[in-house]
């Protein structure tokens, strides 16, 4: 299993990015995809996950700024960011987790910087 995230960058306060997480040896059935990150001082937290059927979960904190959607063809998995806030500043880390051995996989971090 390989995962490669993309899409960090500097934007300013209310912008917008896109994440993007490309994997191999992966697949979508009876699996999840999540993205999670981590601030300079704090924990590693969830902020989004999409699992079986499609089904998606947001932390409180990004509830409908954020986004989580998968192009199966593509074998990837999104993260829309929208009304981009100073506290979203942090290093977003994909995840996956298999849930026939609950293995779990992580892919290289992301920086992203909010700026006010």
């Known amino acids: 299993v390989q995962l490669q995230a993309s899409g960090g960058g500097l934007v300013q306060a209310g912008g917008s990015l896109r994440l993007s997480c490309a994997s191999s040896?992966?697949?979508?059935?009876?699996?999840?995809f999540g993205w999670y990150r981590q601030a300079p001082g704090k924990q590693r937290e969830l902020v989004a996950v999409?699992?079986?059927?499609?089904?998606?979960t947001y932390a409180d904190s990004v509830e409908g700024r954020f986004t989580i959607y998968r192009d199966i063809v593509k074998n990837t998995v999104y993260l829309q960011m929208d009304s981009l806030k100073p506290e979203d500043t942090a290093v977003y880390y994909c995840?996956?987790?298999?849930?026939?051995?609950?293995?779990?996989?992580w892919g290289q971090g992301t920086l992203v910087t909010v700026s006010s």
């Open positions: 995840n996956y987790k298999r849930s026939w051995d609950r293995a779990e996989y």
């Open positions: 040896g992966t697949t979508f059935t009876a699996n999840s």
């Open positions: 999409i699992s079986l059927g499609g089904r998606t």
